[in-house]
């Protein structure tokens, strides 16, 4: 089927939430010989549940190759070269189900860091996992996502670092590379400007570019600009999720003052502090109620907010990848509130009835969201 013929594509990354049995990484420690061939056999069961699911896409994590660039272990770095045939096997299977592979590499990968040493582990990091997808036989789009990196108080001279990052690169790398705009950091005018630098292709991030667009670009023509750095004949992609909403309860601890005041009948935290319940004077933890933070990513997808956004971008070709914190889950959620709230949208997923019949009732299941960061989706402040 012709790349602009078959459906859009909805993917979602790293961990099944529907199969809690299903195991996406080997968490074993260096001590116990971890291995690519190992993540590829469980990965091999992930590629059958999202076949059984009609889920044509999926991120793979960037750690599925343990320890292969730990400059201390050495006995890890041949491990993607010995797992040659394994990769083969695995990729031939994703491209015989049409599922879209790609990675996304930590936050501790950075082209722009002012430490020369770290691009230079940064860029190990990234050729080796574009290697993976190289042994994988998979085509230009199956890429690694990665963000512009730090600002290092200087943001202009941390966006051109970049460019100097990439220029060290070897082309099979960039043959896999494209840039995300950020939402704390580098907008996405700031990936614009390095892609007219570069020609890096670049994702379009839309929770993003609502928490960090200065310039006050417009979203479609943005949009535009974003899917046509993608070469004719490869499908580009782009990230979308909704902002958490809930109201977020803190765990802190409770000071002797506070428990002495709660004894005499005055404790109710600190000024302005809104508590869940007040202070006794036996507490040793109180629960603060806070409002959300916007750059969160919501456990499911606002059905409403996705199908404005689709009916916004009418006659554009993408897929797109859901980050919702509920992976699969919320996938799963989408679908049949799409066929149910906005079936134009749906119609361009390729959803049908019978297919959102099935995902109500996977659902049913109560499967709970994970509370734990994504490896791949951190946040860059450490290396800082």
Known sequence: MNGNERPLRLGFPVKVMGRPDLKSQDTRRWQKDPHL?????????????????????????????????????????????????????FGAKARDYDIRLSFHPSQYVLLNAPNPELTRKSI????????????MGLDDEAVMITHVGGVYDDHEASRARWIEGWNLFPEHVRRRLVLENDDLRFSAADVLWIHERTGVRLIFDYQHFWCLNPERLDIRETFERFLATWPAGVRPKMHFSSPRTELREIKQKVTPKQREAAKAGKARGKSKELLKAP??????????LRPPIWTGHADFTNPFEFATFMRMAEGLVFDVMLEGKSKDLSL??????????????AARFGITAEEAMDDEKQLDDDVDADEETDVDEGRVEAAE
């Open 37 to 89: 061939k190992c993540f590829l056999e469980l990965l091999d069961h992930v590629l059958d549940y999202l076949r059984s699911k009609n889920l044509d896409m999926y991120r793979m994590s960037s750690d599925i190759a343990p320890y292969a660039t730990h400059p201390d272990m050495p006995q890890f770095h041949s491990m993607v070269a010995e797992s040659n045939a394994e990769l083969r096997a």
């Open 124 to 135: 190990w990091d990234l050729s080796s996992q574009a290697e993976m997808l190289d042994r």
């Open 279 to 288: 202070i006794k004077a036996t507490a040793r933890v109180k629960t603060v």
């Open 332 to 345: 799963l959620r989408l679908r049949p509130d799409l066929l149910r709230f906005a079936p134009d949208v």
